[in-house]
């Protein structure tokens, strides 16, 4: 007996192959070893211009047959009980497949193995070859299996022969208006519902570069046609690679589909005991979940996916190098301070050698500090240029042990790539491996396949801001620069934050940069030469930070950086967490594009604030109160090995050693953030406050102060009073309620604060107690004696105290002053009192007090009244 057969799971192209094998094995019977695609036995069931001969697994005696034909198929784990044919004596094995080879494919005694769009192409290649008819209703069947496999002949696999096949096909009579009825069948209710479902089931992945969507659903029940969903979902979203899970019953159905050339996912499926080709693949998971399935994808996807790079994507430019005339010692420090291993030397306006940290640390251990960089460079290297791919790379840094690649065209050198560079690219997970919590992110870093942010920009920044930018980038390209926006402005871009402080950083001359934009603009520029920084102004007001790409380092602990000129990476290196160190590209070609050396996307998701060097909150300790804006602000969580080095720049009590005018900048940030008691809380954990003054160890009852001045500003501001109120300023007035009144002035006055709080902390320090124990001891507590006690304080001072007592009459005292009291006025003025014939002097005063003591008994509504009332108080002497 002869057998036809495929895999389980059959579609249009399967049944279509059988049906040609059929015509080159007649006497053969037809056998379909598992289930079919819903929409293949829909049309098995319903065709009533074909029938095709078909027999069950259970009616072949497996021991009578002698001839087992596979079409569509070379994997023995996917034709059913068939496998156990597979390798039996006296059984041939011929197959017709045009699937990948795999190293576990079955060998046949007859083979036809063609890299076509569909099987069905071969078998009619076969037909036609030995002259063999087609009537027109087999002619549409197999026309179905090319154009379903083929996508209509627009999948990047389909190839001539598949359009000759068709063309053949199309002269043997088939009916393609049949074949488009056929494959653009409507959706089932069911179908509808689970597509809906995968839609919003979706997620965005990038694995080395390459953006994946995974979709996930579950149904308790079998819904057919899977495969036609996805390419639905595929083509409605605009998906390059997509795989989807779904969980029906038991089992975990996968199908991906892939137009990148980087993702394989017939490699991905195989993965799974499925198979496929390289843009279209499925396999089955049995007593799986979808989260085991979904992990499982992106763990092999992580081994797959192929990123395809060159010298010039990893290469950091403008390199730092240093000159074969310099020292020894000159070098070793360059190192040291911009944290680097190795460097070109040049000599004549070309690399001539390398040289490493190592070779510089032991001659200068031997006292050769003062000899040439020329004299001990490695001269014996290879160069690249920027096209060479990966694998060169490979062999140089990895085959021939180079530290440093120089990249060069010509003379002229480009950039550089680094071992650890190339190493991290190679063993990414996905865009970017982090280091363990216990390690440093290298100062080479390694970037992300850069994203395109064009269309998020101008979906959340106003136009005004987008035409600023473009201007930006057209700038720097008529000077032959490159400019980027960067920090805070960006990070909050990808998080879709609110943020329209712009920040520029300009690879070349930042000031030269911001006078030519500035002048196209007409915006005035206020340039700091030292840090080769500018500040632009446009005309209706908008600010922009432009800054030059530059390296900084400490010459001490908590001291203020040394700038020296350097690339956009180095300058990202310097920066004080991972999330800050994001750019976008604002030269016309590549407009938009993130940059992401130092994995910021992968902190971001992950909720982590990570510093990029163990000696960052020794360089700059204000970093530390930055973290705990960060972590409050975005809900965030500080990474344990940037945890443990906030707790020994405290044990080394760096922040106390810091100019109190710099760490004052940092606390008023705190305080102006949505939540900063909860900030003040970690300040307090961590041991923090004594650095600022040994009194405010912001124990329980400083913290409970605090906690019950942030609900007093929470009062306040659902009074919906037109009042100013500096909110930071009461909580700062609270923050120093533990020190006497002169030490409290005194660390106002050593913090640089401004002037206006340093007159707020005298008033709550000199006189708010007072005007506290006045209301208290006042045998009788008018309207008037509340208002002219609290009203010469400011209202800061005054909510302060609120917060502070705990005598209840004092807080209804204050409630009472704010929502009625303050902005009682009288009417009448001194001009009023003049002409009706009141002679100016202290009796004014007098008479207005009487106004106000009258109105805060609810009496005086209009001038008239008030001016009845003073005529009738405060009688004309005759003769005036």
């Known amino acids: ?97 045009h699937h990948p080879d795999e190293a576990s494919d079955m060998k046949g005694d007859v083979e036809v193995i063609r890299a076509v769009g569909s099987t069905t192409t071969i078998l ?136 990148k050339p980087e993702v394989d996912a017939g490699a991905v499926m195989r993965e799974f005991g499925g198979g ?53 010692y000159d070098v070793y420090r360059m190192l040291a301070r911009s944290n680097i291993n190795a460097v070109p030397v040049m000599r004549d306006g070309e690399v001539a050698g390398i040289i490493t940290r190592q070779v510089v640390e032991k001659a200068v251990y031997h006292g050769l500090g003062e000899e040439t960089a020329g004299e001990y460079m490695n001269t014996d290297f290879d160069k690249v240029t920027p096209e060479a791919d990966i694998e060169r790379l490979q062999e140089v840094i990895i085959g021939k042990n180079q530290r440093l690649v120089p990249v060069i065209r010509g003379r002229e050198l480009l950039g550089i790539i680094t071992r ?62 490159r400019v980027y926006a960067v920090g805070g402005f960006v990070r909050d871009l990808v998080m879709r934050g609110e943020n329209l402080d712009v920040d520029m950083v300009v690879e070349g001359d930042g000031i030269a940069f911001a006078e030519a934009f500035g002048g196209s603009q007409g915006a005035r520029v206020r340039p ?39 690339s956009l990476k180095q300058d990202m290196y310097r920066r004080d967490f991972t999330i800050n160190t994001l750019a976008v590209r604002l030269s016309p070609e590549g407009f938009g594009e993130l940059i992401d050396f130092f994995g910021a996307q992968r902190d971001i998701k992950e909720k982590v604030i990570r510093v990029l060097h163990s000696l960052s909150f020794v360089e700059d300790p204000t970093r530390i109160l930055r973290a705990m804006r960060f972590e409050r602000r975005f809900g965030f969580t500080i990474s344990r090995h940037t945890l443990n080095l906030i707790r020994n720049a405290v044990r080394l009590d760096l922040v106390g050693k810091l100019p109190k005018p ?57 009074l919906y009073l037109d009042e100013k109120l500096e909110k930071w300023g009461v909580l700062f007035l609270s923050l120093l309620d533990p020190l006497p009144a002169e030490e409290a002035k005194r660390l106002a006055r050593d913090l640089g604060v401004r002037a206006r709080l340093r007159e707020w902390v005298r008033e709550a320090k000199d006189e708010g107690t007072g005007a506290v124990y006045r209301l208290l001891s006042s045998p009788s507590i008018s309207r008037k004696v509340i208002h002219d006690t609290l009203s010469p304080l400011a209202n800061e001072v005054i909510l302060y105290l609120m917060a502070r007592t705990k005598h209840p009459d004092i807080k209804r005292y204050i409630s009472l002053y704010f929502t009625q009291l303050k902005n009682v006025r009288p009417q009448v ?34 001038k008239a009244e008030e001016i009845d009332y003073v005529l009738s108080r405060f009688p004309l002497q005759s003769g005036t």
């Open 1 to 97: 007996m002869d057998v036809i057969t495929t895999h389980v799971n059959a579609d249009f192209d399967t049944v279509a192959s059988m049906l040609a094998a059929h015509k080159l094995y007649p006497d053969a019977v037809t056998v379909l070893p598992g289930s079919q695609e819903e929409s293949v036995k829909g049309f098995l069931i319903q065709s009533a211009f074909y029938t095709l001969p078909m027999r069950k697994p259970r009616e072949i005696d497996l021991d009578k047959v002698r001839r087992l034909i596979l079409v569509d198929i070379r994997n023995s784990t996917r034709i059913g009980l068939f496998g156990e044919l597979v390798g039996r004596p006296g059984v041939e094995l011929h197959i017709y497949d």
């Open 124 to 259: 009619v290649q076969i037909l036609k070859e030995r002259g063999i008819p087609i009537t027109p209703d087999e002619a549409t069947v197999m026309m179905l299996g090319i154009y379903e496999d083929t996508g209509s002949l627009s999948f990047p696999s389909t190839t001539v022969e598949d359009y000759l096949a068709a063309a053949h096909l199309l002269s043997c009579g088939a009916k393609l208006a049949l074949v488009s009825d056929i494959l653009a069948r409507d959706l089932t209710s069911a179908q509808i519902s689970l597509l809906y479902d995968l839609i919003h089931g979706s997620r965005t992945y990038t694995v080395h570069g390459v953006e994946v969507v995974i979709a996930e659903a579950r149904r308790e029940e079998y819904v057919g046609d899977l495969a036609l969903l996805v390419h639905k979902l595929r083509d409605m979203e605009g998906v390059n690679v997509l795989f989807v899970a779904c969980q029906m019953g038991d089992r975990v159905v996968l199908v991906g589909r892939s137009r």
């Open 276 to 328: 496929g080709h390289p843009y279209a693949a499925s396999a089955t998971m049995k007593d799986a979940t979808i989260f085991q399935a979904r992990e499982r994808i992106l763990r092999v996807l992580a081994e797959k996916v192929i990123p395809r790079r060159t010298a010039a994507e990893l290469m950091v430019s403008p390199p730092r190098t240093a000159s074969a005339e310099s020292t020894v």
């Open 420 to 481: 650890t560079g190339l190493l991290r690219f190679l063993y990414d997970v996905r865009d970017v491996e982090h280091p363990d919590t216990e390690e440093d992110v290298p100062a080479e870093g390694t970037m992300a396949r850069p994203k395109n942010l064009t269309q998020l920009m101008r979906e959340r920044l106003p136009r005004r801001v987008m035409e600023v930018l473009r201007a930006a980038g057209e700038t720097a390209r008529r000077l032959d620069m």
């Open 528 to 566: 700091h030469h030292k840090f080769g920084t500018a500040v632009l102004v446009f005309p209706d007001g908008f600010k922009v930070d432009v800054a030059t790409a530059r390296v900084e380092y400490y010459l001490e602990p908590a001291a203020l950086p040394t700038v020296e000129y350097s």
């Open 662 to 718: 710099r760490l004052y900048a940092d606390l008023e940030l705190i305080l102006q953030e949505e939540d900063p008691v909860a900030i003040l809380r970690r300040v307090g954990e961590l041991g923090l406050g004594p650095s600022i003054h040994p009194a405010l160890t912001l124990d329980r009852p400083q913290l409970e102060l605090l906690g019950e001045t942030g609900e007093v500003l929470v009062w306040f501001s659902l």
């Open 829 to 862: 003025k001194g001009q009023d009192l003049l002409s009706l014939g009141y002679p100016s002097g202290p009796m004014f005063k007098e008479i207005f007090d009487a106004i106000l003591e009258r109105k805060f008994a609810g009496e005086l509504r209009s």
